[in-house]
């Protein structure tokens, strides 16, 4: 059973940038495709980007391109989301999610989340 958790989350101020990482267990990381959400209070749950296995195609929300950046490191098990020039409206817990297939991916596993704040 695979495990995600999640980190880098915080308070930062809208222009800031911030790093999450999502931490895989287990050693199939390679195999799977991975992806980020992100949920706002009272929203439902939003997609914000994807990587394919071994990296070579990322997807992101309209909202986001431009500003943030998806990656992975496979000999870290490690999946990061660098986020510049914050708004207010990134506001979420982010989450990140294991895929398989094809884009879009199906998803089998996700983490708890962690929290980004970002005050105007």
């Known amino acids: 059973q695979v495990q995600l958790v999640e980190s880098g989350g915080g308070l930062v101020q809208a222009g800031g940038s911030l790093r999450l990482s999502c931490a895989a267990s287990g050693r199939t990381f390679s195999r799977y495709a991975m992806s980020w959400f992100r949920q706002a209070p009272g929203k439902g749950r939003d997609f914000v980007a994807a990587?394919?296995?071994?990296?070579?195609?990322?997807y992101y929300a309209d909202s986001v391109k431009g500003r943030f950046t998806i990656s992975r490191d496979d000999a870290e098990d490690t999946m990061y989301l660098q986020m510049n020039d914050l708004k207010a409206e990134d506001t979420a817990v982010y989450s990140c999610a294991r895929g398989s297939g094809t884009w879009p991916y199906e998803y089998n596993a996700w983490g708890q989340g962690t929290q980004v704040t970002v005050s105007s």
């Open positions: 990587i394919s296995v071994g990296g070579a195609s990322t």
